[in-house]
């Protein structure tokens, strides 16, 4: 059997990362329409699976439950699936596993945003994100700026500042069919 690492490079997932917030689920599923392919929003998933929201998942099975669960459920999309745009949850390629297994098999793209324009958005996300909880702005701050170490390995990046979700998914799009078409020329 073809390993997927191996699959041409229109054929990869395209994988969404960055800190919770900055768009993955929302920017995700717009790019996944406009490459007529499907969506998987990793905690949606896992909520459908559970049938429990991610809080709730947090409260009564704890974070380590929670993080196994996330990463076996990426290292599996990455491996056993192809032609899908998948947006992670803003913690999850903190995973080693997690990271390697997007690297290998995934065009992994850095949703990027400044701190002052996150800022702005934490009203509309801080009461259904357990990781938010109890954490004063400054300590939110050091999270988001410990997190850009691991999110700094990746394939793409786009920095949203300013990009309305139509536009941030737009610019994502015409990256990707540039890279397919300067990378596989020569497949
Ligand atoms: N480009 C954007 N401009 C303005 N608001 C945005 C943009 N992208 C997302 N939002 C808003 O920010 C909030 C968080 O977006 P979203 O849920 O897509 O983030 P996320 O990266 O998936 O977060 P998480 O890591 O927690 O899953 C939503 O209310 C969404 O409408
Ligand atoms: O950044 C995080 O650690 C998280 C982000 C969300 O997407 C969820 O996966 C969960 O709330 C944890
Ligand atoms: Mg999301």
Redesign the pocket.
Known sequence: MKEYSELPLREKNIVLI?F????????GQLVAKKLYRDFIDV?QEIENRHHMSIPAIFEQMGEDYFRKVERELIVDLCTNKRLKVI?L??GAYLQEEVRNACLSHCIVFFLDLSWDCWKE?LP??VNN?PVLKNKTLEEIERLFLQRREAYSIHNSRLL?ND???ET?ANQIVESIKWTWEVYESNE
């Open positions: 960055g919770m917030g900055v768009g993955k689920t929302t920017i905690d947006s949850g803003g958005r509309l996300i994100r949203t990009l309305d979700p941030a």
